[in-house]
């Protein structure tokens, strides 16, 4: 029970970046503290439940991987800090697939994106609103996996 009301104060705080970062293209540092706080509750309650903290311990790389990203301008600041977030709440296999969905999302936005400006050839993403987009479904999917 705890676990589901962590996933839908995670779910939220989502969506509050995701908002944030479309309209201001900012990700205010209170939303991610409390999603590090958040993070930090959920690793403590799943390690109090026996769970491994293996997955956990393998998205430390994930880290250094946003960094490197934000170095090179590929990633703003705050987008760095936000899947830092997500690599701390949900470790590194759900992460992944977060992710991965998230990547489509963008690529299909920036496809559409083309379509309409054919002259334009660069594009800043806020990579906020994809993001939460693949925590939900992956949060979902975490669920509708356990019904099965």
Known sequence: MILLLMDAAFAFLMICCAVS????????????????CLSLFHL?????????LFPYLM???????CYMCWRR??????????????????????TAIAFEVSLFA???????????HKGQKYMRIALAPPL???????LAGQYIMAIF
């Open 73 to 94: 301008g590929m990633f703003g600041g705050g987008d760095v800090k936000l899947l830092t977030a997500i690599c701390f709440y949900f470790g590194f296999w759900q």
């Open 44 to 52: 403590i309650a799943v390690c109090a439940m026996g769970y491994s």
């Open 132 to 138: 939460a987009m693949g925590c939900l479904i992956t």
């Open 106 to 116: 963008m690529m299909v936005r920036y496809g559409l994106y083309r379509l309409r």
């Open 59 to 65: 998205a430390i790389p994930l880290f250094f991987l």
């Open 21 to 36: 970062d479309k309209h201001t293209r900012v990700i205010p540092n209170s939303l991610i503290s409390a999603l590090m």
